[in-house]
């Protein structure tokens, strides 16, 4: 079989590496349905079916360098980047060491300024904009960074979506716009949101390239997003990423998907997910054993427990500080 990461500049370790955090957000991600079935946790937003896209896209970028502003469903490019099972379940539990919020925001609103993973919100393509005005600060000051803004195929129909990469193009800004095409805006077909068949055609109305991708592979998606990265560092502005994915669980947990795909379709998507299709890859070049991904799994398994027993036990926020960070005129 052709070693298709040596070609892209990947050792061995970072292959591996890479499947150890597309397993791990599959693990943290189906533990949440767990704990949401249970009455433990009230909400979530599910990346089973993305992880693969959004780890090879992560992989591109430095953390603490390079700026993140990803959407609600990016659980894989959070971790990718160094937040942790125990950082998401302080979240997902509202905790008042949940990092992103101090557990005020619902799960998923991803903020880690350490990482300069930016602070996101409900409204969805409300981070484009915001990550154009990133690019534009990194270019008035000389940094060398890229910003990395992910979003849905639905919310590329906002205006927020065109003012961003309009203003992007103007000035050639280090932006990567990410687009995780999942086929549903919520329960709406893309079929019923735009008269394109991709998404990325739509970046030659803006004067930059548009690319389209396997998201289901994640050496694929690695490839075209360090070829936007390097773009946007040697000054050529922004890149439009389409990644083709599915998303295999409903849109949240308070969804029902039967009422708008048949299982047919998500049957013969399965087929195709990302995480057994990159395992393979691994253990037909032999890195990758039977027994060393079982040891690897348990070793997750055991992350994961750890990460939703400390969740549980930490402490709520207290009510006095119900008001702290929140300001008004």
Known sequence: ?????????????????????????????????????????PFLVSAQGQEACQVGAAWALRPGIDWALPYYRDLGVVLTLGMTAKDYM??????????????????????????????????????????????????????????????????????????AMNFAAVHRLPVIFFCENNRYAISVPQE?????????????????????????DPLEVYRVMREAVDRAKSGQGPTLIEAKVYRLAPHSSDDDDRAYRPQEEVEEWRARDGLPRFRRYLMELGLLTEETDRRL??????????????AEKAPDPVPADLLRHVYGQ
Not at 6 to 30: F, P, Q
Not at 192 to 216: E, L
């Open 192 to 216: 019923k949101q735009m008269a394109v068949d991709n998404v990325a055609d739509r970046a030659a109305g803006y004067g930059f390239p548009g690319v389209t991708v396997d998201g289901m």
């Open 297 to 310: 799994r348990e070793q997750l398994a055991a992350e994961v427990d750890a990460a939703v027993e400390y």
């Open 1 to 41: 079989m052709d070693n298709r990461h040596a070609a892209l500049g990947l050792s061995d370790a970072d292959v591996l590496a890479m499947y150890e955090k597309i397993l791990l957000t599959r693990m943290v991600d189906e533990r949440t349905w767990i704990l949401n079935r249970m009455g433990r946790a």
């Open 90 to 163: 302080l979240g997902l539990l509202a905790k008042a060491e949940d990092p992103s919020s101090g557990g005020r925001q619902m799960p998923s609103h991803w903020s880690f300024p350490p990482l300069k993973i930016f602070t996101g919100s409900s409204p969805v393509a409300t981070q484009l904009p915001q990550a154009a005005g990133i690019a534009y600060a990194i270019r008035l000051r000389g940094e060398d960074a890229v910003v990395y803004v992910s979003f849905g195929e639905g919310s590329a129909s906002k205006g927020d979506a065109h003012e």
